[in-house]
């Protein structure tokens, strides 16, 4: 079992310890099931070399938690899990996913109609049942048929950034086959899609049945669908399929170019291409019988009369245009960020310490970060109020003293993530606020508001001249929760007149905001900034997803304030830094 099916059967347990109205114990296997989800090592790997001691070591594991993830480990399940999911038999994850449904709205479905899955919930809704049911009335019923009509479009696909490590793994595997010189993963997840359907592998080599033999034979494959000379389709036990296909050196181009898609961009370059009289296909660029293009996919575009075309922007969105007219910008790279300005950490629900936080991030490569912790009104993360805020600060100020004691070019500023409150205002005073030096504002409740009303809240927000940067304005969770009702243009025309800037929050699910905002923001001139969110350091990572974003919604390096030097990133920030 790897760490992600650990995860998810814990947090499973936790839903199930809250339908038994155990909130306590709830809370302690959502708190696991988190860590371990951002965890780097394997668990089954600490296991097998240290035993339940080495689990015991893990953060917030005690005994008890253990020996459960030892008995997961080793048999795929444990006792009390079993005990409860025969006396709860409901697909509780699967009813979670529709928004507005929580685990005691679950119990309740459960104890008055007995319903078990998301079929049993839209049919009893549908029948009009729901609605009698305490707690729940007419709109409630609505909502839910709404969210599982959600549920059923975005199902089947992964959310990309929380997939991509197998698939990388997936990669280096298929380089390493005997008979293979190169390997590309082509499709969405070249495109940088948010979600992907399925995992297209592009591969030069000879002896293709041999790569195919291999290819089958992978312990991430659970069953074969198809196996051919040139292609074979596997379901992967990641829960998608994948197709590898086999080309020759001099038609890969072609084929990547095809197969990376997307096929609104495909048919237009094929229009292109009819046009010039030639035809263009997976295997190459024809003038009647002969081929002037294929090894490469810059040739292939330099040939049509096009500028070269970066995947995530392939999506027929007016790149065709632009590339024609030698007008493509030059978007931001993935190399090209040097702070991260949304850090939480041990001092609320993160993981790791600040100066952990800092440590991971200079390995990275970065030269700043600022520490946003959540503060009070979010009480379920144990947010700081005005002292708590005052003493970090403090903290923070000994560490940067350590940092240029050991001669380590690296700043950590001061930062919070504070709560925009249901009518705009924000949750920390503006006297402590003044003395950070990056504030970032949220939404984290009152999902519940007319879009007017939200609008106003946010509005409000950013009129108030201590708020730098409004983080995850949408609130969406991909897969998960729509995100509320917002007039995004008016937020922009606001952030363009107050100089808020937007975050681009890059943890895999949220991606908000997402690249049609972004374009936007970009064409108004509102600048934006790219923050991992981090809640422990391996989350640092996920900034590679907030770029991809950034990079599908047009942006260059100077829409981005975080693409510069720290003191250039504070000079950018309206109020008391300039
Ligand atoms: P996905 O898998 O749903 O996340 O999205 P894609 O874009 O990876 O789609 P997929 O896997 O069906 O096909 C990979 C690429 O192959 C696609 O982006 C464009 C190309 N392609 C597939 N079918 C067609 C087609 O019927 N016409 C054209 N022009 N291109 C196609
Ligand atoms: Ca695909
Ligand atoms: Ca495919
Ligand atoms: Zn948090």
Do not use: Q, W, Y
């Given at each position: 079992m790897n760490n992600q099916e650990i995860s998810k059967i814990l947090y499973e347990m936790a839903a199930l310890s809250r339908m038994e109205g155990e909130d306590f114990k709830a809370r302690a296997y959502e708190k696991v099931s988190q860590e371990i989800e951002g965890f780097g090592e394997q668990l089954s790997d600490i296991f097998e070399e240290r035993g339940v001691a080495g689990l015991e070591e893990l953060p917030g594991v005690g005994k008890n938690i253990a020996a459960h993830i030892a008995d997961l480990i080793e048999s795929g399940t444990f006792e009390e899990y079993k005990n409860l999911k025969r006396k709860i038999p409901v697909d509780i994850l699967g009813l979670l996913e529709v928004e507005g449904v929580g685990p005691k709205n679950v119990k309740a479905l459960w104890d008055n109609l007995r319903i078990r899955n998301l079929d049993d919930l839209e049919k009893a809704a549908k029948e009009k049942k729901i609605r009698d049911l305490p707690n729940f009335g007419e709109k409630t019923e609505e909502k839910i048929l709404a969210g599982i009509e959600f549920v059923r479009k975005s199902g089947g696909r992964k959310v990309l950034g929380l997939v991509l490590p197998e698939i990388r793994t997936l990669e280096e595997k298929v380089k390493k086959f005997s008979g293979v010189e190169r390997v590309v993963i082509a499709g969405s997840v070249r495109r940088r899609k948010e979600t992907i359907g399925d995992v297209d592998i592009l591969v030069v080599g000879r002896n293709p049945k041999k790569i195919m033999d291999q290819f089958v034979e992978l312990p991430e494959v659970d069953h074969v669908i198809a196996k051919g000379g040139k292609k074979s389709s596997v379901a992967l036990k990641l829960g998608i399929n994948s197709d590898l296909r086999v080309f020759s050196e001099d038609e890969f181009g072609a084929a990547l170019n095809y197969f990376t898609g997307s096929q609104a961009h495909n048919i237009r370059l094929r229009q292109i291409a009819k046009e010039k009289g030639m035809k263009l296909s997976e295997y190459g660029l024809f003038r009647g019988k002969k081929k002037i293009a294929g090894k490469t996919e810059e040739g292939i575009y330099k040939k049509l009369g096009l500028a070269y075309i970066e995947p995530e922007l392939r999506e027929d969105q007016g790149e065709i245009e632009a590339a024609l007219e030698g007008n493509l910008p030059e978007i931001i790279g993935y190399g090209d960020l040097k702070g991260d300005l949304q850090i939480q950490t041990d001092w609320t629900d993160g993981h790791d310490s600040i100066w952990d936080m800092a440590t991971y991030a200079m390995e990275k490569g970065l030269e700043y970060i600022v520490i946003t912790d959540h503060t009070k009104d979010l009480a379920v993360t144990g947010g700081s109020d005005e002292k708590r805020l005052l003493e970090q600060m403090k903290e923070i100020d000994k560490l940067n003293e350590r940092l240029?004691?050991?001669?380590?070019?690296?700043?950590?500023?001061?930062?919070?993530?504070?709560?925009?409150?249901?009518?705009?205002?924000?949750?920390?005073?503006?006297?402590?606020?003044?003395?950070?030096?990056?504030?970032?504002?949220?939404?984290h409740k009152n999902f519940e508001l007319s879009k007017k009303e939200q609008t106003e809240r946010v509005v409000k927000a950013m009129r108030n001249p201590h708020v730098d940067i409004i983080f995850h304005l949408t609130t969406r969770v991909i897969g998960k929760r729509k995100g509320i009702e917002l007039d995004v243009e008016k937020i922009i025309e606001v952030a363009k007149e107050t100089g808020t800037v937007l975050e681009i929050d890059a943890?895999?699910?949220?991606?908000?905001?997402?690249?049609?905002?972004?374009?936007?923001?970009?064409?108004?001139?509102?600048?934006?900034?790219?923050?991992?969110?981090?809640?422990?350091?391996?989350?640092?990572?996920?900034?590679?997803?907030?770029?991809?974003e950034a990079r599908r919604g047009w942006a260059q390096k100077g829409d981005i304030i975080n693409a510069n030097s720290v003191d250039e990133m504070l000079s950018m920030l309206k109020g008391k830094n300039q």
């Open positions: 240029k004691k050991e001669k380590k070019k690296f700043r950590i500023l001061k930062g919070a993530e504070t709560n925009i409150l249901k009518d705009g205002s924000i949750d920390i005073d503006d006297n402590v606020l003044a003395k950070l030096d990056v504030v970032g504002a949220a939404i943890f895999p699910d949220r991606l908000d905001i997402a690249g049609n905002h972004v374009k936007s923001c970009v064409e108004k001139g509102v600048r934006m900034s790219i923050d991992s969110d981090a809640h422990a350091k391996a989350h640092i990572d996920f900034l590679e997803h907030g770029i991809a």
